[in-house]
């Protein structure tokens, strides 16, 4: 899981299975207007305003 897509109503849970799903630095970001052609809800399947990213890279 790379990102989780979320509503207003939906962000905080997920959050939640960000932290419990193993993110190692979960960011919480606006989906890009661009971006939003149908991105739906991860648990509700309304529109998606958020995207919850793992922060965490290998790279550093």
Do not use: R, W
Request: one cysteine or more.
């Amino acid at each position: 899981m790379d990102c989780i897509y979320a509503c207003q109503e939906d962000v905080g849970e997920a959050l939640d299975d960000a932290v419990y799903g193993g993110f190692e630095m979960p960011i919480l970001k606006p989906v890009n207007p661009v971006d939003n052609v149908e991105v739906k809800c991860a648990y509700c399947q309304s529109p998606a305003i958020y995207v919850v990213e793992n922060g965490y890279s290998s790279t550093i």
